[in-house]
């Protein structure tokens, strides 16, 4: 049973039906107005711009050194297997805080880089080497990434939402700059060159975090617990904050002044912390998903963005740009212009969704995943304004889909579990990704490029159709607790 706090904190229906929307009626500001998140996001988007530089450098290395596709494809399969991680790394954001993993996240992709690049310097290009470094930095991305997306409620408390869904939609205007400064500064530097100005992207955040930007420090909570069963499980006196203060510390009862504590005094309460924690439950992955299953909106967008990760993932993004120099004999310079302005769509279907001061998921959901299909439909019209304003639409529907997933894992999932809920959704969706490019290319075999668009539309409409008999899930209801074990304390 959900606890008072509980409920009121995720805006949930009191017992005669009150209050029933306002958990997706609330309104939050707009997080561009607080110079803290300015700061951060300075950080977050110099460090996107050097993964951006290293994902579009790094393939056109492999390949100019090994002329291999396959050695290409390992390099690539870093990502998926890195996310392997996703769900001991949310374990350790939720039990431990966030702090660690992004410092120790940053410091482990500047020091892969900075192995990499002497290795390419040296002449030693053997590709298990260069796939080692991959993982190490893809793992140490993932770290940062679990660390900062978990600590945003916590870091700005005041509009979690918005701002998870701000920082997406950064992300995605960050990476369009990509492939625009390898195409600028490839002729000045080459491809090593590219990747020793990725290096230094990697300290920006931590130039943020040197300045005060950054989540606050906190004791580990226990993952089991979200209030006291009774009053054994209270606090000790001397913890409490609301208790009179000791004697030993020179506070009074009567409300006069008190003097600091001691510094012994404080060390005395920081070990009872620490062996406070120390006790408690270890943190459970499991916990994570049983979170997912308790939240029915979670759940639906789980399995609508593991269908959509499966079929219009890289696989489809590969196959547009194998019509587009194929089917319609674009040179590579068009064929680019064209996946540029398919970014830019994605970029604002992005903004149109993050940018509202109420999030209602469920419409800008089924009118992504609607654009999706209806833009895989229309590709096969063989006129080329149609199949262009077809890439358009569905870019700018996925867009869309994108950011309300993200900002409503913010908003539905429990804090507590935040870390643990992720991870295991990044590796479901990740697992569904890896079958993108194997079934499209089959599929391309077998029926041809058009017939295959035509397909792909028709298994997105599933997604809708997903989503009209889960309707029902979508009515607020209060954001399920913690995980937490059963006792026989009243």
């Known amino acids: 049973m959900t606890d008072a706090g509980t409920a009121e904190e995720a805006g949930s229906v009191t017992p005669d039906g009150a209050g029933a929307h306002a958990a997706d009626e609330s309104v939050e500001p707009n997080p561009l107005a607080d110079r803290r998140f300015l700061v951060f996001a300075a950080g977050n988007a110099a460090n996107n711009v050097g993964e951006a530089l290293y994902a579009t450098a790094l393939p056109l290395l492999a390949y100019q050194l090994t002329d291999s596709l396959v050695v290409m494809a390992w390099l690539a399969a870093a990502v998926p297997v890195s996310d392997l991680f996703a769900p001991a790394l949310g374990a350790w954001a939720d039990r431990r805080g966030v702090r660690g993993l992004i410092v120790q996240g940053l410091l482990a992709q500047a020091g892969a ?11 030693h290009s053997a590709p298990w080497l260069l796939f080692l470094c991959a993982v190490v930095l893809e793992t140490g991305g993932l770290a940062y990434r679990t660390g900062w997306m978990t600590g945003v409620p916590a870091q700005f408390p005041d509009c979690p939402v918005r701002a998870r869904g701000t920082l997406n939609s950064l992300f995605l205007a960050t990476t369009l700059a990509g492939p625009l400064l390898v195409a600028v500064l490839l002729p000045w530097v080459g491809y090593q060159g590219l990747l020793w100005l990725n290096l230094p992207t990697f300290f920006a955040p931590l130039v943020v975090w040197a300045v005060g930007v950054r ?38 009862t009567d409300g006069g002044p008190r003097r600091t504590a001691p510094r012994w005094v404080k060390r005395r309460a920081a070990g009872a912390q620490a062996r406070a924690g120390a006790e408690a439950p270890p943190s459970r992955i499991r916990d994570g998903w049983d979170a997912i299953r308790q939240d029915k909106r979670i759940s639906v967008m789980l399995v609508a963005d593991m269908v959509l990760s499966a079929v219009c993932g890289t696989g489809l993004t590969s196959l547009i740009v194998y019509h587009l120099r194929h089917g319609w004999a674009l040179s590579g310079q068009q064929a680019g212009l064209a996946i540029a302005g398919m970014n830019v769509a994605s970029l604002v279907g992005n903004l149109l969704v993050s940018q509202r001061r109420r999030l209602r998921p469920w419409t800008p959901m089924t009118l992504g995943v609607a654009a999706r299909s209806v833009a895989l439909i229309l590709m096969i019209v063989p006129v080329w304004p149609v199949f262009m304003f077809a890439v358009v639409l569905g870019a700018l529907g996925q867009g869309a889909v994108m950011a309300t997933v993200v900002m409503a894992r913010v908003r539905y999932l429990p804090p507590g579990v935040l870390g643990r809920a992720s991870g295991l959704i990044w590796l479901l969706t990740g697992g569904a990704a890896l079958l993108s490019p194997v079934f499209v290319s089959a599929l391309d075999d077998v029926v041809g490029t058009p017939p295959t668009f035509l397909v792909l539309g028709i298994a997105t409409t599933t997604v ?11 009515r607020p209801v209060p954001r399920p607790q913690e995980p937490a074990r059963r006792t026989n304390e009243p």
């Not at 617990?225 to 904050?241: C, G, R």
């Not at 208790?243 to 506070?251: F, V």
């Open 215 to 252: 989540p606050a420090r906190s004791a580990p909570a226990c993952p089991h617990k979200t209030a006291p069963a009774s009053p054994d499980e209270t606090a000790p006196a001397s913890l409490d904050k609301t208790a009179p203060a000791p004697s030993h510390e020179g506070g009074r």
């Open 464 to 474: 809708l159709l997903h989503l009209r008999l889960t309707r029902a899930a979508w």
């Open 113 to 123: 880089a900075l192995a990499m690049n002497l290795l390419l310097l040296g002449g």
